[in-house]
């Protein structure tokens, strides 16, 4: 049993959270996939691994939640269902007070589902139908109601039982997915469960970390069932986490006769009047994530802002046009001056003077360096993607729903709705422009292992910044 659980971590640190759950992330259909080739391919019966869920849910109630000793249980039809009659008839076997209620008749569950219910009667444990009310003394709620699959908005009396279940005392737990949390996209489909954990089961699905997923999952932990991992070989992850392995690769040990010249030299162009913050927030965050020399290139009037803000790193005065942009010399200063330095960050701040825009669009088209853009950096190529992918060195971006929008030349909602889609996806026939500028910074020197923090952070993007796929 590969159970996966949060507990022995911080509960107030999401990132201690994510730390302990796998990396590769799936679409649903991919999950399907693998829990058909366990069952098919390699003969574990359905029900076993059903039974398997019941089991790691239970473990995770009881540590998440000790004093816990009346559980009501809520079902639905299919094997989410199945999964909360697993899970019943385990707890009353450890002496927990355990009530069940179903939204469907037992008698119309099929496979595995009936089979679990089956079992539960048999045992002694008794259903009764959804009737508008929840049992006001339970100190612990299971949702188990609708699962991945869902793809519809939640109505009538599931609407009515997913509302008692956010009104209720008591804290809850949610099997796989919380009910009304679309699987693949992570948007509420009418309503949602907001659980305060949720225990998912064969492969981490991409709509328990999107859109407003996180929120209704509460802290999320992971079983895979006892599915080896070779077994999941035969889809792809949509995307993957930042996970401690990647997190190490990317910053491996470092001598302990190692000086700051040995781990390369980043130049930050970031900044304006009244957007300082940004510079200094960016310059400190590169000199943290392991960057030998730091120079945080800022207009002249905040210099002083900067450099009192990130004591560690260096300034370049830029000069200033007016009102409020870069003047057009300042390209050859920087072009100059990053000649000999390992990797360049630009936007952070910046903002969107015409004369701005005009000397980051040439700098980061002619500097040789690898690229992180940023914010404003991104905002200088908006709609021009074509001209970005120009570059021939490695490049990252971090867009936010915004940037990303904006440098695909559609509306944000569009991101927002198919977050994976915008990222993977050409929208105005430039895919093969976005694959060639988007290139993990594998390029990069390795003294510049982690020259800044966003070139770490890249793999929680998704493939759009994968030259692979």
């Known amino acids: 049993m590969d159970i996966v659980n949060v507990s ?105 589902a009936a089979t679990a219910y089956g079992d539960f009667a048999a045992e002694g444990g008794v259903v009764m139908p959804w009737a508008g009310e929840l049992d006001m003394e339970a100190d612990l709620l299971v949702d188990a109601i609708l699962g991945s699959g869902l793809e519809r908005d939640v109505g ?44 998912t089961f064969v492969g981490l699905k991409t709509g328990l970390f999107l859109d407003g997923a996180p929120d209704s999952c509460g802290e999320l932990s992971y079983d895979g069932l006892g599915i080896p991992d070779e077994w999941r070989s035969v889809v792809d992850p949509e995307f993957r986490r930042i996970d401690d392995a990647l997190m190490h690769s990317a910053l491996p040990p470092r001598k302990r006769a190692a000086h700051k010249g040995d781990f390369g030299h980043l130049v930050l162009v970031a900044g304006s009047v009244g957007k300082s913050g940004a510079a200094i927030l960016a310059a400190r965050a590169a000199v943290r994530s392991g960057a030998g020399l730091v120079t945080a290139a800022v207009p002249q009037d905040v210099v002083q802002t900067v450099d009192l803000g990130s004591l560690e790193s260096m300034s370049l005065a830029l000069p200033a046009a007016v009102p409020d942009g870069l003047e057009a010399s300042c390209t050859d200063l920087l072009l100059d001056f ?121 793999s929680s993007r998704s493939k759009l910044f994968d030259t692979q796929h």
């Open 338 to 458: 990053s000649k000999d330095k390992e990797a360049l960050a630009v936007g952070p701040g910046l903002g969107l003077a015409p004369s701005t825009v005009a000397a980051v669009r040439r700098l980061v088209l002619e500097v040789e360096l690898p690229v992180v853009l940023d914010a404003d950096g991104l905002n200088a190529f908006a709609g021009d993607l074509a001209t970005l992918a120009s570059r021939t060195a490695g490049t990252v971006l971090t867009p936010h729903p915004g940037e990303l929008g904006r440098l695909l030349g559609c509306e944000v909602s569009q991101v927002q709705e198919q977050r994976i889609a915008s990222a993977k996806q050409d929208m105005h026939g430039l895919e093969e422009c976005f694959k060639k500028v988007c290139k993990v910074l594998s390029s990069v020197s390795c003294r510049m292992n982690g020259c800044f923090s966003r070139m770490v952070g890249i």
């Open 8 to 112: 022995s971590v911080p509960r107030d640190s999401i990132i201690s959270q994510m730390q302990t759950l796998p990396a590769n992330i799936y679409s649903v259909a991919s999950v399907r996939e693998i829990d058909r080739t366990a069952i098919e391919d390699h003969g574990i019966p359905g029900y076993t691994l059903m039974t398997r869920a019941g089991t790691a849910s239970l473990r995770e109630a009881k540590d998440r939640f000790p004093d816990a000793k009346r559980w009501q249980i809520v079902c639905g039809a299919g094997n989410n269902g199945g999964d909360g009659y697993v899970v019943a008839r385990l707890a009353a076997n450890e002496g927990i007070v355990v009530s069940v209620l179903t939204m469907v008749d037992p008698q119309s569950l099929k496979g595995d």
């Open 156 to 199: 009538g009396e599931y609407a009515k039982a997913v509302e008692a279940i956010n009104e209720h005392v008591a804290p809850v737990l949610a099997l796989d997915i919380p009910t009304g949390i679309h699987g693949d996209s992570g948007s509420r489909l009418g309503c949602a469960v907001d659980a305060d954990l949720t225990v």
